[in-house]
């Protein structure tokens, strides 16, 4: 989720701003993303079974779920996940019932899709994310092990360590483009606003531009993308732990998962949490031992 909540810590080199986790593709240039059908909408459940929270996140095995720390985080309270697939999971909730009739979602997985377009998941794992301490070095990843494995014709490429070391002083970098993807809100409003946020519970996809890699923010371990403007489109919340692919549409090597901004209302710059650092490769395949070739 990229939550709509301000986080309770702030760093020392971010003292003016305000990390807010991150949670959909916001902008007026997203489009629904039918090109990577490896990106889930994942619920997280307390111990009582009841809704906790909703992220976004890639599956980059049959049952390796890649996500962000802050939506596996046991101090939220939540001890068990379900992952839908379809591009359209949510789309049919109906607030007087609480439930998506034709998924399930955000309470079961609907007859004939257990094992094919929705899985449970009882293991989840932290990189070591704590509140956003340390930042900004966040540690923001986390993996969720479903139950059963989920059977695609591609899943989520992990990319090679290193790979946006060289975009961090060459120039002409800030064209470069990446590709967001989730399932969080499209437009926030203001808190008391009369007027709703819009949340299309699907699975959206969006350009966006590096902005930096190493400013006070980013310290070589989130990368710094800009979603405003003509053509690109950011990320909100619901989109935490959504994918950050590096190159176009048809992209499915991920670099970094969504993570945070600095603006409640999901405006100008957002954050992904780089795993193309050797250190976080090797947890993620350490998470997955047994299942990740």
């Known amino acids: 989720m990229r939550t709509s909540i301000a986080i ?12 807010i986790p991150a949670a959909a593709i916001t902008g007026t240039s997203w489009v629904e993303d039918n090109e990577h059908p490896f990106v889930g909408l994942v619920v997280f459940y307390d111990a009582k079974g009841e809704f906790v929270q909703r992220c976004s996140g890639s599956l980059i095995n049959s049952r390796t779920f890649l996500t962000a720390g802050h939506c596996t985080d046991a101090t939220t309270g939540v001890v068990s996940a379900r992952v839908y697939f379809q591009q359209d999971a949510g789309a049919n909730y109906d607030p007087a019932t609480e439930l998506d009739p034709v998924s399930g979602y955000p309470e079961t997985c609907a007859a004939g899709t257990l094992g094919t377009l929705c899985a449970t998941g009882s293991k989840l794992y932290n990189y070591g994310f704590a509140d956003f301490a340390g930042f900004p070095n966040t540690r923001d990843v986390g993996v969720v092990i479903l139950d059963y494995p989920i059977a695609l014709s591609e899943y989520g490429k992990l990319p090679a360590a290193g790979t946006l070391d060289s975009l961090a002083t060459a120039r002409g970098t800030k064209n470069t483009v990446f590709t967001v993807s989730g399932y969080g809100l499209t437009k926030r409003t203001q808190e008391h606003s009369a007027v709703p946020n819009i949340s299309f519970r699907e699975r959206l996809m969006a350009a966006s531009t590096l902005v930096n890699l190493n400013s006070g923010q980013n310290g070589g371990f989130n990368v710094q993308t800009q979603g405003n403007g003509s053509g690109r489109g950011g990320t909100c919340s619901g989109d935490s732990g959504g994918p950050v692919f590096l190159g176009g549409f048809e992209s499915n090597t991920i670099v970094a998962v969504t993570s945070f901004g600095l603006n409640a209302l999901c405006r100008g710059s957002d954050f992904g ?8 490769l090797n947890w993620i395949r350490g998470v997955a031992v047994g299942t990740l070739p």
Do not use: M
């Open 8 to 19: 309770r810590g702030l760093l020392a080199a971010t003292a003016a701003a305000v990390t």
């Open 273 to 280: 949490y780089r795993i193309d650092r050797t250190d976080v």
